[in-house]
């Protein structure tokens, strides 16, 4: 029976922490594909954009922490029976292939499935949609606009115009910022109405007046896009407990903004 030398016990020794090296690697790996969602997220929320689809990956994250543990597990495994059958004289067969086989696989199932879900949601973004963002906790809407402040401004005052759509006030709250001394991208905000669509919804509801008349804010966001955001009519209806049958007074403004947009 060959007894086990020092050599032997060393290879054994670089092997478990080759195995360890590989599974924290790996549970690493898995957790910055499970977080990197959550900052992309908030670079988003920072820069007010919006797009199809959930952002990150926590099930591919999780999968790969798991297979990280179980690395370990094994790892620790494996290596405390071979030392015990080394003190005995034993020989100890590889049985390491068939678990790193078993890892491969794996990982380049999850690198497939990751790849597809990448594709996917890039495909998604390319799509010729309008790019609509809405806050379940503040219900404001933000809809691109193909153009600049300046001129969507102005496509709105002529379709408000035309639509009979009296236009109370343009604020413009960049140019007061610059004449206070501060620097502040293109901000404008339009106030508008109807007083035969607003009226009955004051009559409903008093306090509806502290959302009326309408408003819609066209600003630069900061990688020199356009926004138009607004109050989502629903939103609204729920605010201040509006029937059905008068939502459809304050959901014209969707359909100004994607006119404007346009």
């Not at 496509?155 to 910022?177: C, M, N, P, Q």
């Not at 990688?223 to 014209?252: A, F, W």
């Amino acid at each position: 029976m060959p007894s086990s030398t020092v050599s032997d016990y060393l290879a054994a020794e670089r092997t478990f922490l080759a195995w360890i090296r590989t599974g924290l690697a790996l549970a690493g790996f898995g957790f910055v594909i499970a977080r990197f969602g959550l900052f992309l997220r908030a670079m988003r929320l920072d820069q007010e954009v919006s797009g199809p689809g959930s952002i990150g990956s926590p099930g591919f994250g999780a999968a790969l922490i798991l297979a990280g543990s179980l690395a370990l597990v094994w790892s620790a495994w494996g290596y405390t029976r071979l030392i015990r059958r080394l003190k005995r004289g034993e020989s100890e067969p590889s049985l390491g292939s068939f678990f790193a086989v078993a890892i491969a696989v794996l990982l380049a199932a999850l690198g497939v499935a990751l790849a597809i879900h990448l594709l996917s949601v890039n495909a998604a973004a390319m799509l010729p949609t309008q790019e609509i963002s809405m806050s379940s906790k503040n219900g404001i809407v933000t809809i691109a606009s193909r153009h600049s402040v300046e001129q969507t401004v102005q496509r709105l005052e002529e379709i408000f115009a035309t639509k009979g759509v009296k236009l109370f006030a343009v604020i413009d709250h960049s140019g007061e910022a610059e004449k206070a001394g501060f620097q502040m991208r293109p901000c404008k905000l339009l106030i508008f109405g109807n007083p035969k669509a607003g009226t009955p919804l004051m009559l409903a509801s008093p306090l509806a007046a502290l959302d009326l008349p309408l408003k819609i804010l066209v600003w630069e966001k900061a990688d020199g896009t356009v926004g138009l955001s607004y109050n989502e009519s629903t939103y609204l209806q729920h605010r201040h407990g509006l029937p059905d049958k008068l939502v459809g007074n304050i959901s014209v403004v969707d359909a100004l903004a994607a006119k404007a947009a346009e």
